[in-house]
T-cell receptor, first 109, second 115 residues
Framework: GQNIDQPTEMTATEGAIVQINCTYQ??????LFWYQQHAGEAPTFLSYNVLDGLEEKGRFSSFLSRSKGYSYLLLKELQMKDSASYLCGVMDSNYQLIWGAGTKLIIKP | ETGVTQTPRHLVMGMTNKKSLKCEQHLGHNAMYWYKQSAKKPLELMFV???????ENNSVPSRFSPECPNSSHLFLHLHTLQPEDSALYLCASSQDGGGSYNEQYFGPGTRLTVT
């Protein structure tokens, strides 16, 4: 079967760095997405990786290793507004997005 | 309005009621999606429409009935629901229904409670 694993919850301190991991087992691979979802709001797009390596976008970076079925989202200089759930989604061979359950990130002052 | 909008934002209904959820996208996209989001569970894809034709139905119970009258509007008709159907129902749209890069834009969701 297809499976996406990510930690349920993480806690970090304002100003620090946090890494949210995502491992996947899917039938085929056509890209990996990270989305941010604040409580009661719509998920919003953060990043897309289809090739191995690191994609940097401001304070957020996303890494992919296709051979290991592994990705991480790196958040630097954490701000209180970064408290949210982070969703990892993998597009399989049928171009269907398979989602993880999300990681709830709590930022403490 | 821009983006993807959903109405109502909150809905409480009894198991014998009939109600409909509405989604509208103002992005000129060709594909629209219904997802169910339950606490601590992955997003569950329910239906996909591409160019107003249904292309995906992941074994969703018949008490959920989608309708896509045009590429900008998507409805989810609900009848005789069960308490376990209580969840956040998210609508999304994308440029196409397939392809290697298919960023989805989500609406804010409808929080449904079945009593």
């Amino acid at each position: 079967g297809q499976n996406i694993d990510q930690p349920t919850e993480m806690t970090a301190t304002e100003g620090a760095i946090v890494q949210i991991n995502c491992t996947y087992q899917t039938s085929g691979f056509n890209g990996l997405f990270w989305y941010q979802q604040h409580a009661g709001e719509a998920p919003t797009f953060l990043s897309y990786n289809v090739l191995d390596g690191l994609e940097e976008k401001g304070r957020f970076s996303s890494f992919l290793s296709r051979s290991k079925g592994y990705s991480y989202l790196l958040l630097k200089e954490l701000q209180m507004k970064d408290s949210a759930s982070y969703l990892c989604g993998v597009m399989d061979s049928n171009y269907q997005l398979i989602w993880g359950a999300g990681t709830k990130l709590i930022i403490k002052p | 309005e821009t983006g993807v909008t959903q109405t109502p934002r909150h809905l409480v209904m009894g198991m014998t009621n009939k109600k409909s959820l509405k989604c509208e996208q103002h992005l000129g996209h060709n594909a629209m999606y219904w997802y169910k989001q339950s606490a601590k569970k992955p997003l569950e894809l329910m239906f996909v429409y591409s160019l107003e034709e249904r292309v995906e139905n992941n074994s969703v119970p018949s008490r959920f009935s989608p309708e896509c009258p045009n590429s900008s509007h998507l409805f989810l008709h609900l009848h005789t629901l069960q308490p376990e159907d209580s969840a956040l129902y998210l609508c999304a749209s994308s440029q196409d229904g397939g392809g290697s890069y298919n960023e989805q834009y989500f609406g804010p969701g409808t929080r449904l409670t079945v009593t």
